[in-house]
């Protein structure tokens, strides 16, 4: 019987998609000792596992080594576990006696976790660990050329947590690894939220599918060397980051920028460290090797190849023990590719006049494909230092190590991750290193200390007139004679189609409006005395306790508004302009209903 491999895909994720999610109404009752106790089974297991994930990982995607593999596998296994003891994210995770705020951890749900080949095992296990302490369920979605390694280090976390205690289930892989399938786990009305780790077009699927989602953005790493740098220090990291798992973390150096003062010692050091210079001819093989017009895009042949590999696939021979091969460049963008990230042990050298001109370079590079991602810089000069920060737009700025390393928290003290954001600057929705308060929401329970009087103090009445305003109202006091004022009302209410004595009309309004201006009554404004003049007047009285205001002016509503009170007005009650600009923003004007 023939069966359709997409809609077995599907299937496929909408069953464990519902399976996670049912499981999940059971571990989202777990308290935060229940939950750790899991956490800690989970990692244990991985790092029993470490050797032979990393082993298997190499071996499928054939992407980078086992050893440096095992490594991060650790990182995700060790050092994340150990960051996490002690961090609260389920029940109250925070209080502040003095505001008498109270910080209560809300699980998210089922987290839809996207996994890179790069480092399939290493994010696997990291994004588990940080989902489970959290107190979410996760489903994995493999890349397709490392579906193997992901689902048996899947296998291995599950059965931890389930013999710890978990519910089964509560741990999903998928084994159909379709684009469909990762575009439905994405989009599933139970899936709450996105951890998408990969190439661009996956991120940015990520973002565009209605779920709140945490996607990073590539890497262009840019690394300045400075002149009060110990330059064979600094070379010496570099490599060892350059050459790490050959390249293929987004974190890797993809340039330095060096002092031309430092030329001679840099070149020096490179060749030390059994780098290969490469010369114009070979750096040119190389660009049309590595990436792929027009949007030099990285040639997935190359990526995480050894260095001698690669110099073979671009017709040239480099000694069998080459750690990097390296590229000077004059310029970046895309008339000089290798300025682009590159995802294997080639590395592009720049060298400049002064720390100024490294500083434009380094940030182009960061503008070239690797925007809020991560940049380093070595120097003993701490304003220096602090000047690259501030200007590079990068949400990591590592000194003095290597920069994949040093960003995945190895050699820092930043969260272990490896999912590691680039801020708005690059579409991201956070810079952070993800960690599990990422993937969960805080509800705040929020004691009284005040009551609302007390909160702000409301500015006198006269604060809401504009000095045109005052100087209207203040009628007989400036050089606006009584005649002019009369004359300008008698046209406004001309225009409203009142004509029964017009001059009488207009000289009431006035008469009353700055009689309120002087008064600046505190209380309810009294009732205007009987007029001969015929003003409207309504011939059915509202009923009690409404009473239809005739005229109202700016006065009437600043008060009734500091008062919080209403004033009822009917088809043939006046309103001056400024009173009804007062009233705008509020309900202060309310028009009555007669019986």
Known sequence: MLQDPDLLALQEVRTKVDEAYAAWQKYRTFQQDRVDTIVEAMAAAARD????????????????????????????????????RGMKTIGIVREDTEKKIVEIGVPLGVIAAILPTTNPTSTAIYKVLISLKAGNAIVLSPHPRAKRCTCETA???ANAARQAGAPDGIIQCITNTTLEATNELMRHKRTAAILSTGGSGIVKAAYSSGKPAFGVGPGNVPVVIEKTADVADAIAKVVSGKSFDYGTLCSSEQAIVVENSLREKVIAELKAQKAFLCDEQQKQALAKLLLVPPMWSVNPKCVGQPAPKIAEMAGFTVPADTSIL??????????????????????????????????DVAESILRFGGLGHTCGIF??????????????????????????????GITTNLFPAMTLGCGAVAGNSTGDNITPLNL?????????VRRPEEAFEIPADTAYASPRRMETMDLYGTNVDKPTIVAAVER???QRGISAKPASVAAEVVDRFVNAKRTQSQGPIAPAPASACPLPVPVEKPPTPVSIADFVCEHDVRVAILKSEKIYIGPKTIVTPSARDLAAPTDTLVTAQRT
């Open 440 to 448: 969960i929401n805080i509800k705040r329970l929020a004691y009284a």
């Open 492 to 494: 406004y209410l001309s």
């Open 379 to 408: 120097s003993k000069d701490d304003a220096k230092i602090r000047e690259f920060a501030l200007r590079m737009p990068a949400m990591r700025v590592l000194c003095n190590t290597s920069t994949p390393q040093g960003s995945v």
């Open 49 to 84: 596992n470490a050797r032979h994930l990393a082993e298997l990982a190499a071996s499928e995607t054939g992407y980078g080594n086992a050893r440096d593999k095992l490594a991060k596998n650790l990182l995700a296994a060790d050092l994340l576990p150990r960051t996490m």
């Open 155 to 157: 296998a291995v976390l």
């Open 326 to 359: 390296v590229t000077e460049l004059e310029g970046v963008g895309r008339d000089h590719p290798l300025s682009a990230e590159k995802l294997s042990p080639v590395l592009s050298l720049f060298f400049v006049k002064d720390f100024a001109a490294a500083l």
